[in-house]
T-cell receptor, first 114, second 110 residues
């Protein structure tokens, strides 16, 4: 049971380049989330999904897009990367609304935009 | 709007000393609060939830609605407790997402 897997683990982009971060979970969780982690600011929600085919904006959605075509995958896209998007990105999933077991987090993707 | 505040970015204590990591929140409804921990080079993991009223690894946290606080406490810190700790509040909107505080880094010195 792999839990939540994020790929890639590290990436360096040039300003203006695009990329997609993949989050995959094998726990049949309905809810999935993308957060970014910045020093002193904790984790801030970018986008989330409450089920296959659904997505919604979080606290800091600008510059990002997401898709959830399959229940187990939640993709985060950066169309034109900017230095302000340098961060550690975490994906998380949850079985249901009650978060009875809390979120399950991936190991993170460290992105640097130069 | 809901908000979670962890006033200390860094807390340094000696092994065996008591630890209290502060968390304050603002929320208009009935809050559900969590503590998450991130050890070095590991992913975030749930430490405890207020509704469980449990003690995990010697840590406890009590919800004080009057003071809108959910401080994390441990009577005797261990070196292996050194980690980043995040307090989080669950919203009751459609996404039921968690709002995290800025985090406190706990360093336990030998």
């Amino acid at each position: 049971n792999a839990g939540v897997t994020q790929t890639p683990k590290f990436r360096v982009l040039k300003t203006g380049q695009s990329m997609t971060l993949l989050c995959a979970q094998d726990m049949n969780h309905e809810y999935m989330y993308w957060y970014r982690q910045d020093p002193g600011m904790g984790l801030r929600l970018i986008h989330y999904s409450v089920g296959e085919g659904t997505t919604a904006k979080g606290e800091v959605p600008d510059g990002y897009n997401v898709s959830r075509l399959k229940k187990q995958n939640f993709l985060l896209g950066l169309e034109s990367a900017a230095p302000s998007q340098t961060s550690v990105y975490f994906c998380a999933s949850s079985l249901n609304k009650a978060h009875q077991r809390g979120y399950t987090f991936g190991s993170g993707t460290r992105l640097t935009v130069v | 709007a809901q908000r979670v505040t962890q006033p200390e970015k860094l807390l340094s204590v000696f092994k065996g000393a008591p630890v209290e990591l502060k968390c304050n929140y603002s929320y208009s409804g009935s809050p559900e609060l969590f503590w998450y921990v991130q050890y070095s080079r590991q992913r975030l993991q749930l430490l405890l939830r207020h509704i469980s009223r449990e003690s995990i690894k010697g840590f406890t946290a009590d919800l004080n609605k009057g003071e809108t606080s959910f401080h994390l406490k441990k009577p005797f810190a261990q070196e292996e407790d050194s980690a980043m700790y995040y307090c989080a509040l669950r919203s009751n909107n459609a996404g039921n997402m968690l709002t995290f505080g800025g985090g406190t880094r706990l360093m336990v010195k030998p």
